[in-house]
């Protein structure tokens, strides 16, 4: 007969874990012999044993119970249905780690690599890097909420960049949000050229029917979200929707015509 210290030692588990499981009813207490000491028999070792070897491989504790008492067809169903669970956690757990792999590189880790391959182009066109800072949070934010849908948007933005009139709306952005030491004059300049440009653009897109919705037009709160985002950038977003609603357009980060 072992005492509890015994049992733990030839069972490969802590003094601490064996009288956890007898407070959850894992495994039976023993009775006190005459000096007051529980005494463990070769049943307990054997109960043990497969209670560490369960536990071990990922098994709840709260499912080891009913496994200590099933019969051989009754254990096989329920350790395949435990290894199936298991499998799914390592595929979530694969996920995670590609996901912290990602946000390792830095911020802009929560982006599809295409959505950095367009980022990159957008430095290779002159760009600044304020500039691809607000980009790639607009973007995080537009991945989080069409998750789906940004992989297949993402073609047509390098497409847009073929346009000489798009690559100068990007470096006119860019010189706004560099605007530390820009007169008021020209911030308004560089914020007239900006709107002529989107409007303009706006336009031709309406006419030739190229306006296809994407998006859920209801969602409101993206968008929303978005102009948040550009008044925090810079003062003078505002200013930017002003401009465009003079020229018929609803944002410039949702272009709609004013009905």
């Keep these: 007969m072992l005492t509890i210290g015994q ?6 588990v802590t003094v601490r874990a064996v009288r956890h499981y007898h407070r959850i009813g894992l495994l039976p207490e023993p009775e006190r012999d005459a000096s007051g000491y529980r005494r463990y028999g070769a ?8 209670i560490r070897t369960l536990a071990g491989a990922g098994v709840p504790l709260s499912e080891i119970t009913p496994l200590l008492h099933a019969d051989e067809h009754d254990f096989a169903a329920a350790i395949h249905r435990i290894d199936e669970r298991l499998a799914g956690e390592i595929d979530r757990l694969r996920t995670s780690r590609r996901q912290i792999a990602r946000l390792a590189a830095g911020n802009s880790g929560a982006l599809a690599p ?4 367009y980022l ?8 600044s890097e304020r500039m691809i800072e607000a980009e790639r949070d607009g ?3 537009i991945t989080a909420r069409w998750p789906d849908q940004v992989r297949e948007w993402i073609p047509a933005k390098f497409a847009q960049l073929e346009d000489p009139r798009m690559v100068r709306l990007y470096r006119v952005l860019s010189r706004l949000l560099d605007s530390d030491r820009n007169t008021d004059a020209e911030n308004e300049r560089l914020m007239e050229e900006a709107a002529d440009i989107m409007a303009e653009l706006a336009e031709e897109a309406y006419a030739a029917g190229a ?4 998006v859920e037009t209801a969602d409101q709160l993206p968008f929303d979200l978005l102009d948040a985002l550009a008044d925090e950038a810079h003062p003078q977003a ?6 465009m609603r003079e020229r018929g357009w609803t944002s410039w980060t949702r272009q709609e015509r004013i009905k």
């Design 238 to 243: 505002y200013r930017m929707r002003e401009l």
């Design 211 to 214: 306006v296809v919705e994407a």
């Design 7 to 12: 049992l733990a030692a030839y069972t490969g």
């Design 43 to 50: 049943h307990a070792v054997v109960a043990l044993l497969k």
């Design 120 to 127: 990159d182009r957008l430095r290779e066109i002159g760009a």
């Design 139 to 141: 973007w995080i934010m």
């Design 114 to 117: 295409e959505v950095l391959a």
